[in-house]
């Protein structure tokens, strides 16, 4: 099993930046492709990133290409996503999760992902 435990969230202005962090527990983490996904009130839960297990292939959303980057460092056990020029339609709170089944196919659903954290508050004021 995977536990995951989110961390950088906050209150930023528009046009600011944040990092966000995923830490992982267990040896296995590095086979597993991890994603980002978030969920505004009211709204359904939505995929933001992901990336492979050995951080060779990302994906993103339209919404945030060219501002968001996800990374791994797999030696801290850490997935990261950097968010810049922010924008208040980001706000929500983001969760990082783990695709179990080793699909070569990086995942965009988040009924793909067996294992979440807990989750972390990203609030973008205008």
């Known amino acids: 099993q995977v536990q995951l435990v989110e961390s950088g969230g906050g209150l930023v202005q528009a046009g600011g930046s944040l990092r966000l962090s995923c830490a992982a527990s267990?040896?296995?983490?590095?086979?597993?492709?991890t994603g980002w996904f978030r969920q505004a009130p009211g709204k359904e839960r939505e995929f933001v990133a992901a990336i492979s297990g050995s951080g060779s292939r990302t994906t993103s959303a339209d919404s945030v290409k060219g501002r968001f980057t996800i990374s791994r460092d797999n030696a801290k056990n850490t997935v990261d996503l950097q968010m810049n020029s922010l924008k208040p339609e980001d706000t929500a709170v983001y969760y990082c999760?783990?695709?179990?089944?080793?699909?070569?196919?990086?995942?965009?659903?988040?009924?793909?992902?067996?294992?979440w954290g807990q989750g972390t508050q990203v609030t973008v004021s205008s």
């Open positions: 267990g040896r296995t983490f590095s086979y597993y492709v």
């Open positions: 999760a783990v695709d179990r089944t080793l699909s070569v196919i990086i995942a965009t659903r988040s009924v793909e992902y067996e294992y």
